[in-house]
């Protein structure tokens, strides 16, 4: 059976993803930073490892070019004490404000979360294509 902190964890965790999505899409770049942690390492595929600062600049040229729409498909989410590990899978459509054909990237997500000061957030993060 479930702890009651589990639950509350992973309720706080899907919260989290929610505003992700939503500063996504409104290319709200400080909140969605607001999500990782000063910890943050980005492995992404195809790319070097990548500190919260490095992910912070490259997000805002992208939300100077692009608009954005992001679904998340969140498949598990484990829970023990003050870290968690969530799975799942993304699509991001990238349109460019200039105009133009739109990019379509799909992707399967790891994540590691870290209670900290009360607020679940992401210290490491690493994507892949899923074919």
Do not use: C
Request: cysteine-free.
């Amino acid at each position: 059976m479930e702890s009651a902190d589990a639950s509350a964890a992973r309720a706080a965790i899907a919260e989290q993803i929610a505003r992700f999505i939503g500063a996504f899409e409104r290319g709200d770049s400080e909140t969605l930073l607001s999500i990782y942690s000063d910890e943050l390492l980005k492995f992404r595929q195809g790319a070097p490892d990548e500190p919260k600062a490095e992910t912070a600049r490259r997000l805002r040229g992208v939300f100077r070019n692009f608009d954005g729409h992001l679904e998340v498909e969140n498949v598990e989410t484990l829970v023990s004490g003050d870290l968690a590990v969530a799975r799942g899978s993304f699509i991001v459509t990238l349109t460019p404000k200039a105009g133009g054909r739109s990019q379509i990237l799909r992707r399967r997500y790891l994540e590691i979360w870290r209670r900290q000061s009360g607020l679940w957030r992401v210290v490491r993060t690493m994507d892949n294509s899923p074919e």
